[in-house]
């Protein structure tokens, strides 16, 4: 039985309103209902089993790593983020260099992290994570927050999405998005397990927080 969260048009209006604002802080409660909702959410299918846990990403080079960056944005100035879903890592380049490479875990099977180019489009300090079906709130101090202290958003959308995850089949109505943030399951990063968002460990997405700015060019490699 398809498992709906149901949805929530006059709050995710309101946060499509302070989104259009550079750099506002909208409101976490509001904006991040949707992010990576199934985390915590729905109860899985009575009549599927799991599916195995998704293997960790092979180590690769710095070499090996580059050899998927477009050459446009080898000519790009300035700081950028590449996120290559494929090796499950995010390149941080500047001015076209390889800085620094940091593990990621990226989309599961159907619920892939969206490719293309973007650009980010919120920071947050200590997001405050909402449930969707219960509107229970985890707050920063909260050792479960599946956002981890930080979220930095580059991408939504009002489509919907539905499907397997690999645990459950989730209906999800209204706007969803998509971004960086830490996670309280270390365990996650580098396979392809999440709801589309880019899991880093803590002390990374920290670091990742400090580099960027509202503006910063994204680009996700399939």
Excluded at 30 to 39: M, S
Excluded at 146 to 154: A, C
């Amino acid at each position: 039985m398809p498992v709906r969260i149901p949805s929530v048009s006059g709050l995710t209006a309101l946060a499509a309103l302070l989104l259009s604002l550079p750099g506002a802080a909208l409101s976490v409660e509001t904006e991040l209902i949707n992010v990576d909702a199934a985390e915590q959410t729905t109860q899985p299918s009575s009549k599927r089993e799991p599916d195995p846990i998704p293997p960790l990403a092979a180590p690769v080079s710095d070499a090996e790593s580059m050899q998927r960056v477009p050459d446009d944005l080898l000519q790009r100035v300035g700081l950028q983020l590449v996120l290559d879903r494929q090796h499950r890592q995010l390149l941080v380049l500047h001015d076209g260099v390889l800085t620094r490479r940091f593990p990621a875990a990226v989309g599961t099977v159907g619920w892939e992290t969206p490719a293309g180019r973007f650009r980010v489009m919120q920071k947050v300090k200590k997001p405050v994570w909402t449930h969707p079906v219960n509107g229970k709130k985890l707050g920063p101090e909260d050792a479960t927050n599946p956002l981890g202290s930080r979220w930095i958003g580059f991408y939504r959308d009002c489509k919907g999405r539905e499907g397997w995850d690999g645990e459950q089949y989730l209906d999800i109505d209204g706007c969803t998005v998509a971004g960086f943030h830490g996670t309280p399951y270390r365990w996650t990063v580098g396979r392809a397990v999440s709801h589309g968002c880019v899991r880093l460990y803590e002390e990374n997405v920290q670091e990742i927080f400090e580099m960027v700015r509202v503006g910063t060019p994204v680009t996700v490699l399939p």
